[in-house]
């Protein structure tokens, strides 16, 4: 366990730092009429392609980057990402607390296909092919500052113990066009299967 939370935090340490350290987060779109919808561009330019478009009234719209003036904001739409303007987005407040994770969040990877989410108090992994395993959360950490992205989750079900490190890191799912702010590291020891690693991405809102 002591190697395994060594690795851990040596990951944490060496977590992107270009990144905007407000990112990933989730936003409202304000000041679009309502009868209109906030165009998604395939660059950070208004003479570029619209590749989407996303409610007046939406909630919940997760950013995972920017441009380095700000004006424009990286998020999703579909199974592709692109760009809208920054002067139309709102941060919401309270997404990020210490010591817990995001409401809503999921991490997901591939070869092979299998994901997780966090519901009340739980961490649920669901492979592909397999039984949905259900660990209780022992401890979630963080580097204790406000605005850090990083978490360290260990969760155990009987013998067996996942000690999961999410980052703040640009991240592919390897499958679509979307883009991600966080990167993921699943460690499994112990149960049934034995010890293995899985790497993923993770999404905070839409």
Known sequence: MRFTLALCFGLLA????????????????TGVAANDKLNIRSHPSTTSD???KISPKANNVEVVAQTEDGKWSKVNSGESSGWVSSKFLTLQSGTW?????????ICSGTEPFWSVDAPDGKLSFRP?????????QAQILDRNFEGDRNRVIIANAGDQTVTAVIQQNQCSDGMSDRSFGLSSTFVFQGGKEGENVLFGCCSIGQ
Do not use: I, R
């Not at 060496?14 to 779109?29: E, G, I, K, R, W």
């Open 14 to 29: 060496n977590a992107a730092t270009a990144q905007n350290h407000l990112l990933p987060d989730l936003f409202s779109v």
């Open 50 to 52: 619209v590749v989407g």
């Open 97 to 105: 607390k210490l010591g817990a994770l995001p409401k809503g969040m």
């Open 128 to 136: 592909m092919d397999g039984k949905t395993l259900e660990l209780e």
